[in-house]
């Protein structure tokens, strides 16, 4: 088996990160990573990556005047790596329709909703306030809409009467950290196919259905 090359694109601490190398250690994970780049250089993650063996390299966005130079940068270090597929991981910088496009169906996000349902940031907060009784968590290929791209898997958590926007983060965070690395394999291993807006996993079974509140 071949196992792709893979970066990790991080800005802050790195905790999925961390869950994507403990996965990729298993020698039968379709994924090796090859490289863990911030935009930040004091990002709490970089650490992490080094001590687990993975190299690692800076791309300060503010040492460049423009978002294409910051992303021909980050291009010139994902070659210099042999890098052939990337995750984002807290990675907080919008990236440009032509990076994304150079790395078509190779770019993978997680993002702390059910998506399509709450877009953008303070997911967990907007759960709260709109009453539902399900969150979770989406892996998802990029697109140039930000949290627009097609679903590749999600994990679900029930919202319970006494979450605060931090008790529901920290138990999605859970679920992110078991979703990333299994929609990765996905997505690596080939059984994970793009169709359009859908994508087609081979192999997939229904699951049942996770109901909130359950009542005895």
Same mark, same amino acid.
């Given at each position: 088996m071949t196992r792709?090359? #893979?970066a990790i694109l991080i800005s802050g601490r790195g905790s999925n990160m961390e869950a994507l190398i403990q996965a990729a250690?298993?020698?039968? +994970?379709?994924?090796? *990573? =090859?490289?863990?780049?911030?935009?930040r250089p004091g990002a709490g993650g970089l650490d992490k990556a080094s001590q687990a063996g993975v190299p690692t390299a800076v791309v300060d966005h503010r040492s460049h005047p423009d978002r294409d130079g910051f992303e021909a940068a980050m291009q010139a270090q994902l070659q210099a790596h042999g890098v052939e597929f990337v995750c984002l !991981?807290? +990675?907080m910088r919008i990236l440009t329709a032509g990076f994304i496009a150079r790395w078509e169906d190779r770019l993978i996000n997680i993002h702390p909703s059910l998506l399509p349902a +709450?877009? /953008?940031?303070?997911?967990?907060?907007? =759960?709260?306030?709109?009453?539902?009784? *399900?969150? $979770?968590?989406?892996?998802?290929?990029?697109?140039?809409?930000?949290? =627009? /791209?097609? *679903?590749i898997?999600?994990?679900?958590?029930?919202?319970?009467?006494?979450? #605060? !926007?931090?008790?529901? /983060?920290?138990?999605?965070?859970?679920?992110?950290?078991?979703?990333y690395p299994f929609g990765l394999s996905l997505a690596? /291993?080939? &059984?994970?196919? &793009?169709? $359009?807006?859908?994508?087609?996993?081979?192999g997939g079974k229904p699951?049942?259905?996770?109901?909130?509140?359950?009542?005895d």
């Open positions: 792709r090359r #893979t250690r298993d020698p039968s +994970f379709p994924a090796e *990573i =090859a490289l863990v780049l911030s935009n !991981a807290g +990675f +709450f877009r /953008g940031l303070r997911t967990h907060e907007r =759960a709260l306030a709109e009453g539902v009784r *399900i969150h $979770g968590c989406t892996v998802h290929y990029v697109v140039p809409e930000l949290d =627009a /791209g097609p *679903i898997a999600q994990a679900a958590v029930p919202v319970l009467d006494d979450d #605060t !926007a931090e008790t529901l /983060g920290a138990r999605v965070l859970q679920a992110e950290h078991a979703l690596a /291993g080939g &059984r994970a196919r &793009r169709e $359009g807006q859908r994508v087609r996993v081979a699951q049942p259905a996770l109901v909130s509140p359950l009542l």
